[in-house]
DNA sequence: ATACGTCGGTTGCAAAATCAAACTCGCTAC
DNA sequence: GTAGCGAGTTTGATTTTGCAACCGACGTAT
C-alpha cells in the first residue's frame, strides 16, 4: 500500500499521496459537514461525478473514509469519516483559514466554537503553549542522504 | 484573477485553488526550507521540471513566491516565499502532523520549536486556548442558498 | 580553443486524467 | 404508466501530466 514517493522521504508528501488528489479534501469537508450522499457531495464539491466515484474509492482504501450500505434493494450506500478523516479537520482548518486571508475577500463559513466565540485558529506548540511562527522551528531531516538542501 | 469556482462557495476550495495543484505545496516547502534554487527544488521534491517551471509560475502569480534574478550574465533565477507563502506553513505542519499519525511509519522530518522540545503542533481556539475537537465547532454558512446541507 | 559541466529552463510527444452530459438499474410515489 | 430518486457508469472530447531530449549562455578544466 505504501508506495515509494519521489524526491525527499516527507510526511508532508506522503499525506498528499492520500488526500491531495483534486476534490479529495473537498469531498472531505463535505462529508464532515454530515453530507453524506453521493449526489449532496457531487452537488457541493462541483466535483464531476466519476472523478467524485474514483476519489471516494481511494479515500476509502485510503482509511479516510467508510462506505457503508444503508439499503439493500435498491443497493444505496452512505459515507462517513474515520478517525483519520476527522482529523483532517486541522488540515481543513488551517486551509480554511489561509484561504480566508489570502484567496476570498471574505470568508464563506464561519465557525462557532463551543466557548461562544468565532474560531480564530492557531497553531501552537503543545510542549510550551506558545504559538507557532516560522523563524522559531529548525528542522531536522532523519532521512539518511537528506539535509535540509537536499542529497548529497 | 478571482475565478468562478464550482459547489460550495468556500476558502478551502480557493486555497486549494491556488495551492491545490499537483507539486505546488512540495515546491513551497522545499523553498520554506531555504532552497531557493529551481534545480534543487526539482531534485527534492521530485517534480518533472516542465511541470515545476508551470507550478512556480502559478505559485508566483498568486503571490506565494517571488522569483528573483540573482545573476545578470548568465540570467540565473531564485525563489522565495512572500508573506502569504511563509503562512502556508500551517498548512504544511497540519499536513505534516497528519501524516506523521497516519500516512508513514515514522516521520521523516522533526522540528525544533525555540522553547527546546520537538515540536508537537496543535491547533487551537485563540478566543479561549482550547485545543480544537470536532465536536466543538459548529458551521455557519454566510453564502445565501447554501446551507451545510446544500443549495436550497 | 576545445571540451565539459551548470543552471534554468523549452520542446515534442504519448499516456493518463479530467470534464460535461447522457445513460442505467432498481426501486418508490403518484 | 410515468416521473423521480440515488448511486453510480458510459461516452467522447479536452486537458494535464510525465518523460526525455534539447537549448543557450555562461564558467572551468585541459
Known sequence: MREELPGRPCSVAAALNLVGEKWS????????FGNRRFDQIARNTGAPRDRLT?????????????????????????????EAGRELRTVLQALRAWGDKWAV????????HSCGHDVDPAMICRHCGAELAAEDLTPH????????????
Open 141 to 152: 531531516v532523519l532521512a539518511p542522504g537528506w539535509s535540509r538542501e537536499g542529497p548529497s
Open 25 to 32: 479534501l473537498l469531498a472531505v469537508r463535505e462529508i464532515g
Open 54 to 82: 474514483a476519489r471516494l474509492r481511494t479515500l476509502e482504501s485510503a482509511g479516510v473514509i467508510e462506505r457503508r450500505q444503508y439499503s439493500q434493494r435498491p443497493p444505496r450506500y452512505e459515507y462517513q469519516l474515520t
Open 105 to 112: 475577500s471574505s470568508p464563506a463559513t464561519v465557525f462557532t
